[in-house]
């Protein structure tokens, strides 16, 4: 399943404007013509109970999604820190969730209210620091919504191909140091 | 009409009245006499007459003039005008210096000083100030916490509460000691000692136990919070007797004429204040408001007076001193007693 | 223990703007409990700073390291090889840490993380109140172990004042009054009557009033 990148004719706009950064976060990179359309990385924190369980049943029914989802399965999403959803984004992904059980049928009992609350304080910290809450969510699924599991790598891949690519992606800084580099070369030729 | 004591020898400027503030001609009071002090209000209560008080505001300026009008209002109408020492925590002209101009204007101050703003140090300092200007009265209060006001970010003090306020006050006084155990080798400063005391506030039970330590700790009389609860102010007096702390301490209950249905519900809101709903409801169905606050102030005024155990009262209308008269009159208190 | 309270991050991110090489330090003790500087805090703030950093198309390095305590000179010293190429601590240590650092590192930028606010306790998990005033001289003997220096808004010793509504003290709701808190406890302790005492005028000098504190243990003292 392949993506439709839903800002063309924006990004021809901004490549024409010398590929400046927008508010969104969205690097350069893209917006270059001739670039390779943005494939998010996006890093799903799956609980082995519900949520693993149900990206196994997705895969039995053959259901499909988009392949931007790297998942990881943690034995409940109460396991999850905020360390880690942090790590994830500095280490690139544009996008993170943490999936666990209904609320009220944790295997654990509380985890995933306790994920849920560490998402809302990650959210706050990446308001903060520029690369905006809406990169991560939290989400509540039981072991057999397969169709559910496979719904939200969706939405959420969607989301993340609207707001762009993280700006410190590798490929994005390495691109900002290029164009930085040829502005100043610019700037010492004109003098 | 006027009861002033011996009149003070005028002089000229700002501080007009206060030279030979504390001549024996003017009775400044001795420990052995029966008047401790050189106040008309001590006088007035020891001679067993139903006191009346009321209050001044100063403003948050450096105009002395309304004080002086106020003051010239009020003195022949009340037996001594308490001067608010910053009151909510709002910077205002401070106590002393306002009742260094009513006592300019012909007026009995009564100065009030809060433990908020001041140390010891201060405190004491600003007592031998007091006194040296002639000034007799002292109202020793802890103080509004100072978010209430205009400056919440100020360190406040709290170096000592109100009662030991009333005690080192006392001791000053009596002792002739300062708080620090040095003695005050002349002119101590004589005050008649205040306290305040809020019938409604919690614990209950324990608010006339507190009152008792205010007596113990020396003072002398005490101006309630106002009261609109009449029965809950009744509930506390049959306290106050049966403790019988009515023969050790003047009590003065406070009182406050009422514009309108809308301020008695905005004194709902202030912590400490008890109002009972019939008299909001009273009040709003009144045509002339003004004229109601007045008539509900002078029933009070006639029942607190039919209350053993009290023996006068402190009205408080800040904002509407003018009123105070017609009050006071009404309630059948005027002329005011001459004392010597 | 000492609670603090993070500072917000942009507030952060301002003091070691000027910085190349940053290494955050947590503290093992009292801010770990109230989970404000401990190991996983500064795991989580360095995170964030570097992702800052980036989008700001920052160069440095900012790296982390907690020692047991950062009030003891002896755990200090651990800092010394990660603070080589450092040219800014991020203390995450309340102020006594920040302090302490500073001290034992005189050529390094030392900053803090936190807003050390109070001497006090957990009361539930997540929520941490001041309970002691750090007087020197105490009373809580005659409170029923309420400290009346800190827990009251006026620091009353023989209270209650007027303002006392319903346990509530008069400056917000949410504080109950302390002198309603010590009639309970002494009512039901059947020692009213202390409250009948009149507590005179306190020395303070025991208290911040007399100037910074010491208190010194000869036998402790190995030279």
Known sequence: MTTQKPETAKAAEVAVGGGAANAAGATGLANVAGAPEFMPKIVAFCCYYCAYSAADLAGSLRLQYPPTIRVIEVPCSGKVDPVILLRAFEEGADGVYVAGCMEGDCHFLKGNFRAKKRVQAVKKILDQIGLGGQRLEMFNLSAAMGTRFAEIATDMTRRIEELGPSPIRPEALAARKAAAGAKEQGEVKTR | MSAAIAAEPKVAGAAAG????????????????????????????????????????????????????????????????????????IVRLC?????????????????????????????????????????????????????????????????????????????????????????????????????????????????????????????????????????????????????????????????????????????????????????????????????????????????????????????????????????????????????? | MIVAEPKPIAEVAGLIKAAKHVLVVGCGECVTVCQAGGEKEVEILASALRILWKIEGKDG???????????????VVELAKKLKNADCVLSLGCGVGVQFIAEAYLDKWVVPGLNTKFAGGTVKAGIWEERCGFCGDCVLHLTGGICPIIRCSKSILNGPCGGSQEGHCEVNKEISCAWQLIYDRLKGLGKLDLLDVIQPAKNWQTSRDGGPRKFVKEEAMIE
Not at chain 2, 157 to 162: A, K, L, N, P
Request: aromatic residues 4%; neutral net charge.
């Open chain 2, 95 to 340: 106590s002393l210096a306002a009742a260094v101009h009513v006592k300019a204007a012909g007026g009995e101050p009564i100065m009030q000083m809060t433990a908020r703003d001041r140390n010891r140090i201060a405190i004491q300092a600003d007592i031998l100030g007091a006194a040296s200007l002639g000034i007799h009265n002292l109202v020793c209060l802890g103080g509004d916490h100072q978010t209430f006001g205009n400056h919440p970010g100020a360190r406040n003090v709290h170096d000592i509460d109100s009662i030991q306020m009333i005690q080192m006050v006392r001791a000053m006084r009596d002792e002739r000691k300062f708080q620090c155990g040095d003695e005050i080798k002349t002119d101590e400063p004589r005050m008649f000692v205040g306290a305040a005391e809020n019938p409604f506030g919690d614990p209950f039970e324990f608010r006339v136990r507190r009152l008792a330590k205010k007596v113990t700790a020396g003072a002398e009389f005490i101006q309630t919070q106002c009261i609109f609860d009449l029965k809950r102010f009744e509930e506390f007096m049959k306290m106050v007797r049966d403790a019988g702390l009515d023969e050790k301490v003047y009590i003065l209950a406070g009182l406050t004429p009422a514009k309108s249905d809308k301020a008695l519900k905005y004194m709902q809101t202030v912590p400490g204040m008890k109002v009972p709903d019939e008299l909001i409801k009273r009040m709003a169905g009144a045509e002339d408001k003004k004229a109601e606050g007045v008539k509900i102030t002078v029933e009070m005024i006639q029942a607190v007076r039919e209350i053993k155990g009290v023996a006068g009262v402190h009205v408080m209308a800040i904002a509407w001193e003018s009123i105070v008269p017609e009050i006071v009159e009404k309630a059948g208190l005027l002329p005011r007693p001459r004392v010597a």
């Open chain 2, 18 to 89: 206060v030279a030979g503030a504390r001549s024996a001609a003017e009775g400044a009071g001795t420990p052995e006499s029966k008047y401790k002090t050189g106040s008309r209000l001590e006088r007035v209560l020891r001679d067993g007459h139903f006191a009346v008080t009321c209050e001044i505001g100063p403003p948050q300026s450096a105009k002395s003039e309304k004080i002086r009008e106020h003051a010239g209002v009020l003195k022949d109408v009340s037996d001594g005008q308490n001067l608010t020492d910053n009151q909510t925590a």
């Open chain 3, 61 to 75: 390095t900012i790296g982390t390291q907690t020692i047991v305590r950062q009030c003891e000179p002896e755990y």
